[in-house]
């Protein structure tokens, strides 16, 4: 996973969501871009059909969620913004990827969280919501101790092209 080779070393830099280092102590990150988690579903479900939804309307619908042993943090994320939308979600299928997931959610089969950076293909058969108060970014990340000398260069050539 690219989580745990960053940590052993095995790479110097990645990107990710910034969830997936939350806990790792001895990290350096920069925030490249911040988007919204989204709620989505399939056009079939009842709430498909609202201009806009809360994340505690979802506290009756089965959720689909990326496994727990491929992302602890992902998984752990969902429930706890289910939890501030004041429910414990229904998680009916940990799922190994987002591509399953969203197989899983064209099928009817539950509804997921996901972050607005995710390209969708112009898929007709689900409906996506914005959550306007949970942000996830996107980060390039690295361990404070990795002593490659084009991490600097690297990092501070990108952060000053993102600015401009």
């Given at each position: 996973m690219l989580r745990e080779k960053l940590i052993n070393g095995s790479l110097d830099i990645a990107f990710t969501l910034s969830f997936e280092i939350e806990g790792?102590?001895?990290m350096i990150s920069n925030s490249i871009y911040r988007g919204n988690s989204i709620i989505i579903m399939d056009k079939s479900?009842?709430?498909s059909?609202?201009?806009s939804i809360l994340i505690n309307d979802l506290k009756e619908e089965p959720f689909l969620a990326i496994s727990r042993n491929e992302s602890p943090n992902g998984f752990d994320r969902v429930i706890n913004s289910c939890r501030r939308g004041g429910f414990?979600?229904?998680i009916e299928k940990q799922l190994p990827n987002?591509?399953?997931i969203l197989e899983?959610?064209?099928a009817?089969?539950?509804v997921a969280i996901f972050d607005s950076n995710f390209k969708f293909s112009n898929n007709e058969d689900i409906k996506l919501f914005k959550i306007d108060d949970d942000y996830i970014d996107v980060i390039m990340t690295w361990k404070k101790e990795n002593m490659n000398t084009g991490i600097p260069i690297f990092t501070?050539?990108?952060m000053e092209e993102i600015k401009n």
């Open positions: 790792y102590s001895g479900n009842p709430l059909k609202r201009e414990t979600p229904k987002i591509e399953s899983s959610v064209e009817g089969m539950g501070n050539y990108l």
